[in-house]
């Protein structure tokens, strides 16, 4: 299932993919795939993508 | 001079610059970086690249065991592992895992590029040699070419498709 919210929050920011792959140490294609939902993130990289966003897991990751 | 003399010295100083790139590369940026995305993907490369070695290898020794390969089975031995090591590399294409984050794709394709190009005059060269003992080897340098065709052309076709996918 795509990552919408994650899209959302990155363009909010003004961040590229590259830039937020920058940030949190991985390849610009991992970021890409958690946009897409064709990867699931480990909590640590997850972690990381909230405190570069400043956001909450919740609010990035929660699946309602 | 001697080409066969040509042809160590060549090798030398290749493997010497290889040893010096490597080492600077070590000390300047700390090796090849993956990701955690990209670790799993050459987990499932290697296991892909050591069944098809395994496989490969086995029908090989069979059917030379049945009935001698011609040329022996040695040639076909190295011809599984080239198997084994393009299936590695294809696959750890797919999960875009082969050129590490701290690599440079285009350098690591003209690298590859001037690799097949020595591959293929090697190979030619011994090929068409006068020594027949020579033409096995030849062989062997247009098989190592071959597969590096293969990873370089699946290396620009995934490049292809990543630059299409939408940001």
Same mark, same amino acid.
């Given at each position: 299932?795509? !990552?919408?919210?994650? *899209?959302?929050?990155?363009?909010?920011?003004?961040?590229?993919?590259? /830039?937020?792959?920058?940030?949190? #140490?991985?390849?610009?294609?991992?970021? !890409?795939?958690?946009? *897409?939902?064709?990867?699931?993130?480990?909590?640590?990289?997850?972690? /990381?993508?909230?405190?570069?966003? #400043?956001?909450?897991?919740?609010?990035?990751?929660?699946?309602? | 001079?001697?080409?066969?003399?040509?042809?160590?010295?060549?090798?030398?100083?290749?493997?010497?610059?290889?040893?010096?790139?490597?080492?600077?590369?070590?000390?300047?940026?700390?090796?090849?970086?993956?990701?955690?995305?990209?670790?799993?993907?050459?987990?499932?490369?290697?296991?892909?690249?050591?069944?098809?070695?395994?496989?490969?290898?086995?029908?090989?020794?069979?059917?030379?065991?049945?009935?001698?390969?011609?040329?022996?089975?040695?040639?076909?031995?190295?011809?599984?592992?080239?198997?084994?090591?393009?299936?590695?590399?294809?696959?750890?294409?797919?999960?875009?895992?082969?050129?590490?984050?701290?690599?440079?794709?285009?350098?690591?394709?003209?690298?590859?590029?001037?690799?097949?190009?020595?591959?293929?005059?090697?190979?030619?060269?011994?090929?068409?040699?006068?020594?027949?003992?020579?033409?096995?080897?030849?062989?062997?340098?247009?098989?190592?070419?071959?597969?590096?065709?293969?990873?370089?052309?699946?290396?620009?076709?995934?490049?292809?498709?990543?630059?299409?996918?939408?940001?």
């Amino acid at each position: 299932m795509k !990552n919408l919210r994650l *899209k959302a929050a990155r363009a909010a920011m003004d961040l590229s993919q590259e /830039a937020l792959a920058q940030q949190v #140490g991985v390849s610009r294609q991992t970021i !890409n795939a958690i946009e *897409k939902g064709d990867y699931n993130p480990t909590i640590r990289l997850c972690l /990381a993508i909230c405190h570069a966003l #400043g956001k909450t897991l919740d609010e990035l990751f929660w699946e309602e | 001079m001697n080409y066969y003399l040509l042809g160590v010295l060549f090798g030398i100083v290749f493997a010497l610059g290889a040893f010096l790139v490597a080492i600077r590369k070590k000390r300047h940026s700390g090796g090849c970086k993956y990701d955690e995305r990209q670790m799993a993907g050459r987990g499932k490369a290697f296991q892909a690249g050591f069944f098809t070695l395994l496989i490969a290898g086995a029908v090989c020794n069979i059917w030379d065991y049945a009935s001698p390969l011609p040329g022996g089975s040695f040639p076909w031995n190295v011809g599984a592992m080239l198997l084994g090591v393009a299936v590695f590399a294809v696959t750890a294409i797919h999960f875009d895992a082969y050129v590490a984050m701290n690599d440079n794709p285009r350098r690591f394709l003209t690298m590859g590029s001037f690799f097949i190009i020595a591959m293929a005059m090697t190979g030619l060269a011994n090929l068409y040699s006068d020594r027949p003992e020579r033409r096995m080897i030849g062989i062997l340098n247009l098989s190592v070419g071959f597969v590096w065709v293969i990873i370089v052309a699946a290396l620009l076709l995934h490049r292809r498709g990543a630059k299409k996918e939408e940001e």
